[in-house]
């Protein structure tokens, strides 16, 4: 008997109905969504809005996405445990070959949070308002991104301060 492999057509398909997501119809369908510029008929549109709304239900998370606007991807990012707990904000730009974690929320922002090429961020990593990540970054588990990173950088825990401390005598 075959190893079971992902190239197989029919092993993707049973593997995505197990999973609620098929990241290459979802992709595409969203591709359409966010397009203001795509010619699709209407209520077709709504239907895969319905599809993508359903599949970001079942995971817990949202790419940032309503008819004609919302989180600008340049390519597909990779999701190594699919869409489960990711946020992403709308007016997020995320750059090419960006691999996205579990649990990690990007934050919507008024100016927009520009993520560069091939940025790695890891699982449960949260980046704040009004950041901009350059190419080949890595952001760590957990990390929480407050500043600008420059490419070919790395963010890990922030440091942790005492705000407040109550002193009983």
């Known amino acids: 008997m075959k190893n079971f492999s992902f190239q197989n057509k029919f092993a993707h398909w049973v593997w995505a109905r197990i999973n609620h997501y098929d990241h290459n119809k979802y992709w595409k369908r969203r591709s359409i969504i966010t397009d203001p510029n795509d010619k699709?008929?209407?209520?077709?549109?709504?239907y895969?809005?319905?599809?993508?709304?359903?599949?970001d239900s079942r995971h817990n998370s949202s790419f940032g996405t309503t008819i004609g606007s919302g989180a600008q991807?340049?390519?597909p990012p990779v999701l190594l445990h699919g869409p489960?707990?990711?946020?992403?904000?709308?007016n997020v730009k995320v750059g090419k070959n960006c691999?996205?974690?579990?649990?990690?929320?990007?934050?919507?922002s008024e100016d927009g949070i520009i993520i560069g090429d091939n940025v790695f961020i890891g699982a449960g990593a949260k980046i704040l308002k009004n950041v901009h990540i350059g190419d080949n970054c890595l952001i760590g588990a957990n990390a929480v991104v407050v500043e600008d990173m420059p490419s070919y950088s790395t963010c890990v825990l922030s440091k942790p301060r005492i705000i407040k401390r109550d002193v009983h005598n």
């Open 99 to 108: 691999t996205i974690m579990q649990q990690v929320t990007i934050e919507e």
């Open 84 to 90: 489960n707990g990711i946020i992403v904000g709308h």
């Open 48 to 55: 895969y809005l319905y599809y993508i709304k359903k599949t």
């Open 40 to 46: 699709t008929f209407f209520l077709l549109k709504l």
């Open 73 to 75: 991807f340049a390519t």
